[in-house]
């Protein structure tokens, strides 16, 4: 048995790559909606807010769609 060294190193990159994406992505969701929450003491942010919740959308759906790919009945 031998090991393809290229395709695991392919695969450690790439997986350490998506998972610095979704966290990101998530944190600077959760960044954008308490921004919002702070600044609004008269103006009404809604900017921050939809890219907080479209951020949060943006990994759910990423995280979702891992799951569809791990999971043999969802096929």
Do not use: D, E, K
């Not at 695991?8 to 954008?32: D, E, K, N, Q």
């Not at 809604?46 to 919740?53: C, D, E, K, N």
């Amino acid at each position: 048995m031998t090991i393809n060294w290229g395709a695991l190193g392919l695969v450690a990159v790439s997986t350490i790559t998506a998972a610095i994406a979704i966290v990101g992505l998530f944190s600077l969701g959760v960044a954008a909606l308490t921004s919002a929450q702070r600044s609004r003491g008269g103006t009404a942010a809604t900017l921050p807010t939809v890219a907080g919740y479209a951020c949060l959308g943006v990994s759910g759906l990423i995280a979702a769609y891992g799951l569809y790919l791990i999971i043999p009945q969802f096929h």
